[in-house]
Structure formats: structure tokens, C-alpha cells
């Protein structure tokens, strides 16, 4: 086949294979040239060809090559149209949008291109307005629909934006699309389970991550969803299974050791949960620390098995550490418990203290109520009682409102954990 007839064939890996040959003979030719050998002969090429060696070569720093590959082209070709679209993708690569529309603008035409427009939507992408990005993305999407060439990963790319927006329905639409295209698209399958996680249809969302694992059964995000979905459905088994899994894969992804430590606490396996965290807090330090916010989510947990074992001092600090992290309001339970059995911490801020963990959702329940306002200091069972409130909340503690946030702000920490 001539370099024309590949371009032709519907199959890519023969064209690219067909790409990397000329490019290598033309790497051959420009060495002949510098040494003006009168055999040097350049390969038969079409502009699509070549300008897939411009790009090639930009992209492999060869700039020798990239500089004689312009050089060709505008010596040996009367329409230069592929040399300004080749300029105009390395200035989309080096991140200068502007310049690759304003190249592709100057073609004959290249208004209208689609290439154009996937540059003006990511152009809007980077000056965050989602709504122009949207609008040129549906534009793109119905040239794609009147071509009939439709592509999964730029209907993922939509559904991202209108997921950004806030449009439940659109962003499904394109992950079906995308799906309808490519059944086996692992990304496609992960957007569709966050979307069902999203609006709580966990079951579906369970079934869609099962069939992205028979597909890419090394796919440590799809692994630590399944976690947290199995952990929602009550089975704790499979949510273990699934983070222990995801560790096995990759065991600097630290994420599954907290959650599978939560767990164990919720199933007062304080032993196992102990081993767990302190693991996580170790290989947390050995990746330079990039989890820490992790650390301070399982801090309190922490703090309460180390009451466990009549460690106080060491709880009190865990529990400071805590405070920074969404489950801060079980820190607060833990310095209740703390003033109730006469450690000596202030009672400068103990009240405010007490008002902000009823604000919270697990500390709306009444029998918390109960248990801060009339506690039993000989009461032998009293840290049972305050752990099961942790393990059996009424509420999934989540995230607190700005004003829970503004009260915590006010108290003095330094002043309060001074007890020692």
C-alpha cells in the first residue's frame, strides 16, 4: 500500500505502525543530509504523514528532526494547512490555548473545524466557565452525532462538565452514551457507579463495580468504592475484602488501611483496629506524610483505644489531633469523657464544647444527651458506654455546617489539652 492507502484503512494499528516506520527512514534521511550524502532520499509522504512527524518529533524533543520536518514541508508542499495544525496542537500542549485557536482560525475554513472547538471548550475548561465549555461541548457532541463518529471518552468528558454543574440527568445521559459506544469502558463503568453512589442507589452501584472488576480486576479506585458501598449495605465482610484487596494491589495507597481500621473499631476488634492505624500512621510517614489528613480522620478512633488500655495522656493527644478532621465531634466525646472520670483539663471552654458535639448529627441523638449531662464517673462500663455511642450512631457523622466549624474555631486547644 502507498502512504495514501493506509490513512484509508479503517486499521489503526497498521497505520501507526505504518507512521513509525516512515518516521524512522526520515530520522535516516536527516542523518544522510548532514553529512550531504548524495543518497539521502526522503520517504514518500503524504501531509498527514508528515505532520504526524512534526508532531513526533516535537514530542521526543528530537528537535534536529522536528526543525527539518518544517523545513520539508514548507519546501515541498503548496498547501500548508497541516504544518499550522501541527504548530496549533503543539501550542495546545505547551498550554497555550489561545495561540492554537488563533493558529487553527487562520486555515482556510478552520473555524468550523471540530478540532477548533474542542480547543475553545478547553480553553474555557481552564478559565473555569462551565457553562461555555458545556455549550461548545454539546456543539462538538452533535457534529460527532451528524458524522456518526462518536467517542466514549469525549462523552465522558461531558459528563464530567454537567457533573461539575450540578446536572444529575445530563451527566448520566453522557455516561449511557459513552457506554453504548464502548460496553467494556472501564472509566465509563466508574463514572456510572459514582453517579449511582451519588444518589444512593448503592445496589446498582455495587453491581456496576463487580462488572468493572470482571473487566480490570486491578482497578484500585473501582476497589475502595466497593469498599465504602459494601460498608453502606451493612456488609462489612465484602468492604474488608475490597480494601484489604486494594492494599494487596497497591500498598502505598493508604486510604483502604483507614477505612478497613474504621471498621474493625465499629466492630470493636480494637486490637486489629489498633494494628491497622498505627500501620497506616507509619507507612504515612515513609510516603512523606501525603495522608495526613487521613491520620487525623482515624485520630479520635485512636484516642478511644488508647483510653482502652488507661493511657490518657496519649488519648488527650490524639484527640487534639482529631479535632481538624470530620469525625472531631467523637475528640469532643472523648474530652467529655475525659473531664467526667476528673482529668484535669480546664472548664474554660468545657460548655462550649459540650453545646457544639450536640450540634453535630450523631450528637443529636438523645441518649448522648443523657450520657454528657448526667455521667457516672464510677460507673465501672461508663467507657463502654461512651464507645458505643460511636459504634451504633444514629447519623452517619459527615460534615458539620460552617456555624458547628465557626465554634469549633473559638476554643483555645493549647489552653484546654494543658493538663499534664
Known amino acids: 500500500m502507498d502512504d495514501r492507502q493506509y490513512w484509508e484503512s479503517n486499521d489503526n494499528e497498521l497505520l501507526w505502525k505504518h507512521i513509525r516506520d516512515v518516521y524512522a527512514d526520515f530520522i535516516v534521511y536527516c542523518q544522510l543530509k548532514k553529512t550531504d550524502d548524495p543518497n539521502a532520499s526522503a520517504p514518500q509522504m503524504t501531509e498527514d504523514t508528515l505532520g504526524s512527524i512534526i508532531k513526533m518529533s516535537w514530542n521526543e524533543g528530537r528537535k534536529d528532526i522536528y526543525n527539518e520536518a518544517l523545513r520539508f514541508a514548507r519546501d515541498n508542499y503548496d498547501n500548508q494547512d497541516f504544518v499550522t495544525e501541527s504548530l496549533a496542537w503543539i501550542a495546545e500542549c505547551e498550554g497555550k490555548l489561545s495561540k492554537a485557536i488563533k493558529?487553527?482560525?487562520?486555515?482556510?475554513?478552520?473555524k468550523d473545524l471540530v478540532y477548533t472547538d474542542i480547543l475553545r471548550m478547553k480553553r474555557a475548561g481552564k478559565r473555569n466557565n462551565l457553562l461555555e465549555e458545556f455549550e461548545i461541548g454539546k456543539k462538538i457532541w452533535q457534529a460527532m452525532i451528524n458524522d456518526d463518529c462518536q467517542d466514549a471518552n469525549f462523552a465522558l468528558q461531558l459528563a464530567d462538565i454537567c457533573n461539575q454543574n450540578g446536572d444529575k440527568h445530563a451527566t448520566l445521559y453522557f455516561v449511557k452514551e459513552a457506554l453504548f459506544i464502548e460496553p467494556a469502558n472501564t472509566a465509563a463503568l466508574f463514572h456510572l457507579a459514582t453517579w449511582e453512589f451519588d444518589i444512593e442507589l448503592f445496589d446498582l452501584c455495587r453491581q456496576t463495580l463487580n462488572k468493572l472488576l470482571d473487566i480490570d480486576s486491578f482497578n484500585i479506585p473501582a476497589w475502595n468504592?466497593?469498599?465504602?458501598?459494601?460498608?453502606?449495605?451493612?456488609?462489612?465482610?465484602?468492604?474488608?475484602?475490597?480494601?484489604?484487596?486494594?492494599?494487596?494491589?497497591?500498598?502505598?495507597?493508604?486510604?483502604?488501611?483507614?477505612?478497613?481500621?474504621?471498621?474493625?473499631?465499629?466492630?470493636?476488634?480494637?486490637?486489629?483496629?489498633?494494628?491497622?492505624?498505627?500501620?497506616?500512621?507509619?507507612?504515612?510517614?515513609?510516603?512523606?506524610?501525603?495522608?495526613?489528613?487521613?491520620?487525623?480522620?482515624?485520630?479520635?478512633?485512636?484516642?478511644?483505644?488508647?483510653?482502652?488500655?488507661?493511657?490518657?495522656?496519649?488519648?488527650?493527644?490524639?484527640?487534639?489531633?482529631?479535632?481538624?478532621?470530620?469525625?472531631?465531634?467523637?475528640?469532643?466525646?472523648?474530652?467529655?469523657?475525659?473531664?467526667?472520670?476528673?482529668?484535669?483539663?480546664?472548664?474554660?471552654?468545657?460548655?462550649?464544647?459540650?453545646?457544639?458535639?450536640?450540634?453535630?448529627?450523631?450528637?443529636?441523638?438523645?441518649?448522648?444527651?443523657?450520657?454528657?449531662?448526667?455521667?457516672?464517673?464510677?460507673?465501672?462500663?461508663?467507657?463502654?458506654?461512651?464507645?458505643?455511642?460511636?459504634?451504633h450512631p444514629k447519623n452517619d457523622d459527615g460534615e458539620f455546617d460552617s456555624s458547628i466549624r465557626e465554634d469549633i474555631s473559638q476554643i483555645d486547644w493549647n489552653t484546654m489539652f494543658n493538663a499534664f
Not at 103 to 110: A, D, F, K, T, V
Open 225 to 391: 468504592q466497593l469498599g465504602v458501598v459494601s460498608r453502606i449495605l451493612n456488609d462489612d465482610e465484602g468492604a474488608l475484602h475490597a480494601f484489604e484487596y486494594s492494599l494487596s494491589i497497591d500498598p502505598n495507597y493508604l486510604p483502604p488501611l483507614g477505612y478497613s481500621g474504621y471498621i474493625r473499631f465499629l466492630h470493636k476488634d480494637f486490637k486489629k483496629a489498633k494494628e491497622t492505624f498505627e500501620k497506616l500512621e507509619a507507612q504515612n510517614k515513609q510516603n512523606n506524610n501525603i495522608f495526613d489528613d487521613l491520620v487525623t480522620l482515624s485520630a479520635p478512633f485512636m484516642g478511644f483505644i488508647l483510653l482502652r488500655e488507661h493511657r490518657t495522656e496519649e488519648a488527650l493527644k490524639k484527640f487534639k489531633e482529631g479535632m481538624a478532621g470530620a469525625h472531631c465531634w467523637i475528640s469532643l466525646l472523648g474530652i467529655i469523657y475525659l473531664k467526667t472520670i476528673k482529668v484535669k483539663i480546664t472548664d474554660i471552654h468545657l460548655p462550649l464544647a459540650r453545646r457544639i458535639l450536640l450540634d453535630t448529627p450523631a450528637g443529636k441523638r438523645q441518649d448522648v444527651q443523657q450520657l454528657i449531662n448526667k455521667p457516672d464517673a464510677k460507673d465501672p462500663k461508663l467507657l463502654d458506654k461512651f464507645i458505643e455511642v460511636i459504634v
Open 103 to 110: 493558529l487553527m482560525e487562520s486555515i482556510e475554513g478552520g
